[in-house]
């Protein structure tokens, strides 16, 4: 997985209870992604950053937030966790710098969360 | 005009025989087109990409056919194999923000 860990793999957590998930990676790779995957829509991006403190809105960013004080850390936030958030996320990351394909993103192992 | 539009949702195929897995997009802008592999329980990862500038990319038993009058493009799996059931996700790009916008998956089961 890239050098790529998220934490926690798994977590169920309560309505209104404020979750934050983490993507660390060891790449040093400048783009950081989170996504959310639910059947029968694909990978849809919440938020992304392209550098320290640098971040932006992706197509479902509604209901979370996220921050990126270190190069390696990306941390996704739910403020107060509903039960249309229950999903699948996966932290990706890229470097336009590497590679053949600058645009290629590599995906962590994912996090599984069950809003009750 | 942001869509990748993915098809079939779903495919079986007997081993050995060829997977065909298709997408289409409106935005001429776009000029970066991969292909994803998803296993379960696990993160999607880059099969093999594409730009306009061939029509074709082959690696191993993998192609991606590019018809860029059309705005489509595909991939095609040789021999399919039961190794080979995973979801598939097609992706396109424009470069200017590394950001991708995905097709919406295909869920491929290859029957021994």
């Known amino acids: 997985d890239a050098g790529i860990t998220q934490s926690p793999r798994h977590k169920v957590t309560e309505t209104g209870t404020p979750v934050t998930l983490r993507c660390h990676q060891t790449?040093?790779?400048?783009?950081m992604y989170w996504y959310r995957q639910d059947p029968g829509h694909g990978l849809r991006l919440i938020h992304y950053?392209?550098?320290?403190?640098?971040?932006d809105k992706g197509e479902v960013s509604d209901g979370y937030s996220v921050s990126r004080s270190k190069t390696e850390d990306f941390l996704l936030t739910l403020e107060s966790a509903t039960s249309s958030q229950t999903s699948v996320y996966f932290c990706a990351i890229s470097d336009p710098t590497s590679g053949t394909y600058q645009e290629t993103q590599y995906f962590g192992p994912g996090t599984r969360l069950l809003v009750l | 005009q942001q869509q990748v539009k993915q098809s079939p949702q779903s495919l079986i195929v007997q081993k050995g025989g060829i997977s065909i897995i298709n997408c289409a997009y409106e935005n001429t802008a776009f000029d970066y087109f991969p292909w994803y592999q998803q296993f379960p329980g696990k993160g999607p990862a880059l099969l093999i990409a594409?730009?306009?500038d061939v029509s074709e990319k082959k690696e191993g038993r993998f192609t991606i056919s590019f018809n860029k009058s059309a705005k489509q493009f595909s991939l095609h799996i040789m021999d399919s194999q039961p190794g080979d059931s995973a979801t598939y996700f097609c992706?396109?790009?424009?470069?200017?923000?590394?950001?991708?916008?995905w097709g919406a998956g295909t869920k491929l089961i290859i029957k021994p």
């Open positions: 594409i730009r306009p």
């Open positions: 992706a396109a790009s424009t470069g200017s923000n590394y950001q991708l916008i």
């Open positions: 790449e040093n790779h400048r783009y």
């Open positions: 950053s392209y550098g320290v403190k640098d971040t």
